[in-house]
């Protein structure tokens, strides 16, 4: 699979807010405003694996149907996928 920029730019985005929040650590920032940052971050990481799993998963299911196979598996597959990821 390729992963294409805004895919990547998305991970810039989460690693920026990680240092964010370990720079609010290290301040010793209220306990609320981190879990704030850390929430928006696990968010935003949800969405992107969700990206990326669909992103596939449509790949798949194209190549598949050109060679006459069959998809079930290959959603099921991307179910189990974001299943595990929560």
């Known amino acids: 699979m390729e992963y294409n920029d805004q895919m990547k730019n998305r991970i810039k ?20 405003e981190v879990i704030t940052q850390l929430s928006a971050s696990r968010t935003a ?28 598996e290959l959603v099921k597959e991307a179910v189990n996928l974001l299943v595990k990821s929560r």
């Open 13 to 32: 985005r989460i690693e920026g807010q990680l240092r964010g929040i370990l720079k609010m650590m290290e301040e010793n920032k209220d306990c609320k």
């Open 45 to 72: 990481l949800d969405r992107t694996i969700g990206l990326i799993v669909s992103s596939n998963l449509v790949e798949c299911v194209r190549h598949a149907e050109m060679n006459g196979e069959s998809t079930e």
